[in-house]
């Protein structure tokens, strides 16, 4: 008697254990979207969800049955930073997504804990550094090159030799990597020009946006590239009042400043969200790994043929542009992997 209980015990086990791996096997992928910010202030994180859905959709199209189809669910968490790591945390406890994907730099740190925490639950972080977590992974942007640039343009093209960035917040890509290249770049196109560095404190407040720019023109700064999100505006509406001009990171921003606004640097959010999703949702991402991507792999674009840039910028130095643009694509030019800032 005892023997066939054993058995029969065992038989149920088995039983079970064969549902759950059916189960797993049948289950449809959920992905939620974080987005730490509004994407309508934010290009860049719109440009994240757009690659997430077209990922989604593109892999769903190959999946005939519906009940395997991936689900996506968005999530605009607001500009209040103190805010995310809870809202993170509630996304997971819900139990409801298998992979939580964002794009920042500060994300890793605050899903860490929480990964622990829900250890069944997958984190993608873009534009991103983060080793050795196995449920994580992010992919970074090597924007060293995008910075460069950025710098070379403005140290081309301002009359005073001086040029400033206004960062949202101090982070280790924004003062290893961001600040340091803008400088060096306006530095290499005049070598007397001088970079300046002020942070709102916040990627939303839009008037102290404004007053770090007042303050920079009184200090004689003619050329500054923002870097604060929704505070960016403030940037322009002074700039536009001040008669300085601007260049612009992460998306074709000509239009929002005609003539302000001269020169634009992207990467490629879209196209590294599909590509990470698409490599999820086929089951070959390599976890606790990072990934690293820039100018010369495709994710960082130089908008040179817009309309715009050739109506407001000299061609002298559109040619001198074309001479770095091409060189930096070609390897001629390789940027070191540190400077000191």
Same mark, same amino acid.
């Given at each position: 008697?005892?023997?066939?209980?054993?058995?029969? &015990?065992?038989?149920?086990?088995?039983?079970?254990?064969?549902?759950? *791996? $059916?189960?797993?096997?049948?289950?449809?992928? #959920?992905? /939620?979207?974080?987005?730490?910010?509004?994407?309508?202030?934010?290009?860049?994180?719109?440009?994240?969800?757009?690659?997430?859905?077209? /990922?989604?959709?593109?892999?769903?199209?190959?999946?005939?049955?519906?009940?395997?189809? &991936?689900?996506?669910?968005?999530?605009? &968490?607001?500009?209040?930073?103190?805010?995310?790591?809870?809202?993170?945390?509630?996304? =997971?406890?819900?139990?409801?997504?298998?992979?939580?994907?964002?794009?920042?730099?500060?994300? @890793?740190?605050?899903? &860490?804990?929480?990964?622990? %925490? !829900?250890?069944?639950?997958?984190?993608?972080?873009?534009?991103?550094?983060?080793?050795?977590?196995?449920?994580?992974?992010?992919?970074?942007?090597?924007?060293?090159? %995008? =910075?460069?640039? #950025?710098?070379? +343009? /403005?140290?081309?093209?301002?009359?005073?030799?001086?040029?400033?960035?206004?960062?949202?917040?101090?982070?280790?890509?924004?003062?290893?990597?961001?600040?340091?290249?803008?400088?060096?770049?306006?530095?290499?196109?005049?070598?007397?020009? $001088? /970079?300046? !560095?002020?942070?709102?404190?916040?990627?939303?407040?839009?008037?102290?946006?404004?007053?770090? *720019?007042?303050?920079?023109?009184?200090?004689?700064?003619?050329?500054?590239? @923002?870097?604060?999100?929704? =505070?960016?505006?403030?940037?322009?509406?002074?700039?536009?009042?001040?008669?300085?001009?601007?260049?612009?990171?992460?998306?074709?921003? !000509?239009? $929002?400043?005609?003539?302000?606004?001269?020169?634009?640097? +992207? *990467?490629?959010?879209?196209?590294?969200?599909?590509?990470? *999703?698409?490599?999820?949702?086929?089951?070959?991402? @390599?976890?606790?790994?990072?990934?690293?991507?820039? !100018?010369?792999?495709?994710?960082?674009?130089?908008?040179?043929?817009?309309?715009?840039?050739?109506?407001?910028?000299?061609?002298?130095?559109?040619?001198?542009?074309?001479?770095?643009?091409?060189?930096?694509?070609?390897?001629?030019?390789?940027?070191?992997?540190?400077?000191?800032?």
């Amino acid at each position: 008697m005892k023997k066939t209980m054993l058995l029969l &015990a065992g038989a149920l086990f088995a039983l079970a254990f064969a549902g759950c *791996t $059916k189960k797993s096997a049948d289950h449809a992928p #959920s992905i /939620a979207v974080f987005i730490p910010g509004i994407m309508a202030d934010s290009p860049s994180y719109a440009h994240v969800a757009e690659g997430v859905r077209q /990922a989604v959709e593109e892999y769903n199209a190959a999946v005939s049955e519906e009940s395997k189809k &991936a689900k996506l669910h968005i999530m605009e &968490a607001g500009t209040n930073q103190a805010e995310w790591a809870s809202k993170i945390r509630a996304l =997971a406890a819900t139990g409801e997504y298998d992979l939580i994907l964002s794009s920042n730099p500060s994300l @890793p740190e605050l899903a &860490a804990p929480i990964s622990k %925490q !829900f250890p069944s639950e997958k984190f993608i972080f873009l534009d991103a550094s983060y080793d050795g977590n196995p449920n994580m992974y992010t992919v970074s942007y090597d924007q060293r090159d %995008q =910075a460069y640039i #950025s710098g070379y +343009m /403005a140290g081309l093209y301002s009359k005073t030799h001086k040029v400033g960035l206004v960062a949202a917040q101090e982070y280790p890509i924004m003062n290893n990597i961001l600040y340091p290249y803008f400088a060096k770049g306006a530095s290499d196109a005049y070598p007397s020009t $001088k /970079a300046d !560095f002020r942070v709102v404190g916040n990627w939303y407040d839009a008037t102290k946006g404004a007053e770090i *720019t007042n303050a920079m023109f009184d200090a004689g700064i003619d050329m500054v590239l @923002p870097i604060c999100g929704g =505070a960016s505006q403030g940037v322009i509406a002074t700039a536009r009042e001040k008669g300085m001009h601007i260049v612009w990171f992460d998306e074709n921003g !000509f239009k $929002k400043a005609p003539g302000v606004i001269i020169s634009c640097c +992207m *990467t490629k959010h879209s196209l590294a969200a599909k590509e990470t *999703t698409l490599q999820y949702l086929e089951e070959s991402i @390599p976890w606790g790994s990072v990934r690293s991507v820039g !100018f010369r792999d495709g994710y960082v674009s130089y908008f040179d043929e817009d309309p715009a840039y050739t109506t407001y910028v000299p061609q002298e130095i559109r040619e001198k542009m074309a001479v770095l643009i091409n060189s930096l694509r070609s390897g001629n030019i390789v940027l070191p992997r540190t400077l000191e800032n």
